[in-house]
């Protein structure tokens, strides 16, 4: 697989900036600016012309990257002429739009809705999500003004409109538009066991997590261990988990669960082959050969080595072909029928995509490029089907399979105690030579351009993460279908949802291929579409969401999370006074961390705690040559910050000040009182990292870095290096005072 930058970076040492003097910087596009053709243009489809960086500095957008952006949306702008054509284009549609193609409507906010005719007042008629037609009194239509040879009408959805997704129908004259309209509740209701009282859980790299019956790799059979034991040996009511995304079908495999080939199935990678039930059915020459193929992977299920993700996958691959081949009883072909029949043409899509990879190889070799020849209604494809139905049918059955895995497992953790069960994080988007992408282009921006983040003091260059972003033209003429059936997904197998890098449901930055990150631009989303749907599938299931709003994210973002019930981050290591981003400067108090936040020491992108209070991040950016300075003066900042954070901590009565003064041989204690001041701190959800429970010091992931470290490989182990086994982790000594102090 390509190379690629695993996820977004949020880091937490940084030399103090030169911080510029703002007082005489411009602030705003000048008039002259703003009269300009390209500029309004972009403003038009919703590409942002300027933004603030981390420092609050004013940075406008080249015009070479405008026009890249906008060609990425399908609008030509490489000419005065054209573009004079394209914004008379633009004007011209909105100002004849009868209807928005979605459109939001939150319980108890006023949301009216703008109809455009031509022919006088409208027929609307609204059809509820059951098929129903919904009461007259739910929709009103009154005329608001005229606008030249336009009528504008306001269209108002009652508040007693149920929740859910339902469709109006708009006609004037000759025109006629089905809108998607989604009424949502105003806020994602708190679930009540989580009013009551504050809840914690723990974090986990499920893969890494491993027991004596696992394939080399952390699988869904040890996930349903985990839970089981983090709620009845340690009282945790919710364990976080790194994504569980669909991956490619064969190896090599991409290590990185943040760079899914599609976020709308799961990782078949973790199945536990012995818990199919047609495995008890197996012959017993059948059971041996599998029982032999797992013996070929089980020995590395103890070792303190990088997992082998690849002869993990291609050793069960093996086993759960020979599963699949295995009548199932009429009951169960019924269920399997029933679940190819939800999924629907995306598990088609994905299903085929599986086989064409199998079949004609890595799609991502140039010689190779069927992605981009043979797609959706080819020939070719349709040949591919019917040849190879019997492996078509397997790649289905592995979803089916892992999907059952998966819920069983969350019954378990509910059934255990758990007030949330299993967290599910949602990565940003899908590599670009996936199935979501392959079957469906239109709903991306393909090819022109990537998805990334600007420059900023943590990393001067930028970030380009490699992924192509959703075409939000396609996304708001769809209803944002696609985003409602990822997250509806997600949530029939988890209590809640973590979004990484949440920024993105408001704005992305596009990176204009070639370009690098640097030159790039944000473009605008429909959030509150996307937010009504978060709202949506977390009340139906009683669920929460959690957005990830580290790192350089506008104060608005983090306050309309809040307003829709959803929760935000916060981060020990990343809470300072004022939101410094300066090493040195003093850490806040927990008393004033946000009430509805998920509240944590510290983030998967960072060494365990007690490496981090080693100093392990500083010894591998420098052995890995990450460093933009000298190794000194990283190791200078990176004890200001410890011993800010140590100066908290003494302050607040959560540690001795004995071990302040010698953490070498305090660790366990200065990672305990960091935990003891979480427990200060209002947020309704705490989390507590497993590896800081076992004393685990290796960084599972190294921001920055491809292959030239073992990002999302690294077994859990203790402080001494020994491998922990999932039946066994919540037994441990280290666990049970850690997690003693999250129940207090």
């Not at 591998?620 to 460093?627: F, P, T, V």
Request: aromatic share 10%; proline share 6%.
């Amino acid at each position: 697989m390509p190379e690629n930058i695993n996820e977004p970076i949020e880091e937490t040492v940084a030399a103090a900036p030169a911080v510029p003097d703002l007082a005489n910087q411009q602030t705003e596009e000048t008039p002259e600016r703003l009269a300009r053709p390209l500029i309004q243009l972009a403003k038009s489809w919703g590409v942002a012309t300027q933004y603030f960086d981390q420092l609050g500095v004013y940075v406008e957008i080249e015009d070479h990257v405008l026009v890249s952006i906008l060609g990425a949306l399908g609008v030509d702008a490489t000419s005065d002429e054209k573009i004079g054509q394209a914004l008379a284009d633009i004007t011209a549609s909105n100002h004849e739009l009868l209807v928005s193609p979605t459109v939001v409507k939150f319980t108890g906010k006023d949301m009216p809705v703008e109809i455009r005719t031509k022919y006088g007042e409208p027929a609307v008629r609204l059809k509820l999500e059951d098929g129903a037609d919904a009461d007259e009194s739910f929709i009103t239509v009154d005329f608001k003004a005229a606008d030249g040879d336009v009528d504008v009408y306001e269209l108002t959805v009652a508040d007693d409109v149920p929740a859910g997704y339902h469709t109006l129908d708009v006609a004037d004259g000759d025109r006629r538009v089905a809108a998607r309209l989604i009424v949502a509740p105003a806020q994602i209701p708190v679930p009540a066991a989580v009013a009551e009282r504050q809840r914690w859980g723990w974090m986990a790299q499920m893969y890494s997590v491993r027991s004596n019956d696992s394939w080399g790799v952390g699988d869904y059979g040890d996930l349903k261990t985990l839970v089981t034991d983090a709620a009845a040996k340690s009282g945790a009511d919710f364990m976080l988990i790194n994504p569980i995304h669909a991956t490619a079908p064969i190896t090599p495999l991409e290590p990185s669960p943040y760079l899914p080939e599609s976020r709308r199935f799961l990782n078949v990678t973790y199945i536990r082959p012995e818990l199919i039930p047609e495995y008890g059915e197996l012959t017993d020459a059948e059971r041996a050969e599998v029982e032999q193929l797992h013996a070929s992977v089980a020995a590395a299920n103890t070792t303190p080595d990088p997992i082998d993700i690849n002869a993990a996958w291609d050793a069960k691959r093996k086993a759960l072909e020979i599963i699949f081949d295995q009548p199932r009883s009429a009951e169960r072909e019924a269920e399997f029928e029933a679940f190819q029949k939800e999924a629907g043409e995306d598990l088609e899509a994905f299903a085929l995509w599986s086989v064409a990879f199998q079949v004609w190889g890595s799609p991502w070799n140039a010689e190779n490029d069927w992605f981009h020849k043979f797609g959706r209604g080819s020939e070719e494809i349709e040949k591919l089907r019917k040849e190879h139905r019997h492996l078509y049918e397997f790649e289905c059955w592995l979803q089916w399979i892992a999907d059952q895995q998966v819920t069983a497992t969350q019954a378990a953790a509910k059934d255990n105690g758990m007030v949330l069960g299993i967290m599910q994080d949602m990565a940003v988007g899908v590599h670009t030579y996936g199935s979501d992408v392959w079957w469906s282009p239109e709903r991306f921006a393909v090819g022109a351009v990537t998805v990334g983040c600007p420059p900023d003091f943590y990393n001067q260059q930028g970030q380009d993460w490699g992924q192509p972003p959703f075409n939000p033209n396609y996304m708001q003429a769809t209803g944002y279908q696609v985003y409602r059936e990822m997250v509806h997904n997600m949530f029939s197998h988890a209590g809640a949802i973590r979004i990484d890098h949440v920024l993105g449901l408001f704005r992305l930055w596009w990176i204009p291929a070639g370009e690098g990150p640097r030159n790039g631009a944000y473009v605008a989303y429909n959030y509150e579409a996307m937010l009504a749907i978060l709202t949506i599938e977390a009340t139906r299931a009683n669920g929460m969401v959690i957005g990830e709003d580290l790192g350089t994210v506008p104060d608005y973002v983090s306050r309309v999370l809040a307003e829709h019930g959803v929760l935000g981050a916060t981060v020990e290591w990343f809470a300072r006074v004022n939101n410094s981003s300066v090493a040195g400067d003093p850490y806040a108090d927990p008393s004033t961390y946000r009430k509805y936040s998920l509240a944590s020491v510290t983030t998967h992108d960072l060494p365990p705690t007690a490496g981090y209070l080693q100093f392990e991040h500083v010894k591998l950016r420098e052995e890995l040559n990450l460093l933009s300075e000298p190794v000194e003066e990283f190791m200078k900042s990176s004890r200001a910050e410890m011993d800010a954070m140590l100066s908290l901590l003494v302050s607040g009565g959560w540690l001795r000040p004995e071990a302040a003064e010698d953490v070498p041989n305090h660790v366990q204690e200065v990672v305990e009182s960091m935990h003891r001041m979480l427990k200060d701190s209002p947020a309704l959800l705490l989390q507590a990292a497993l590896v800081d429970g076992t004393g685990e010091v290796r960084t599972q992931n190294q921001p920055g870095t491809s292959t030239e470290y073992t990002n999302w490989r690294v077994p859990l182990a203790d402080a001494d290096g020994n491998v922990v086994l999932a039946d066994r982790v919540f037994d441990l000594p280290r666990v049970k005072s850690l997690a003693a102090i999250m129940n207090k």
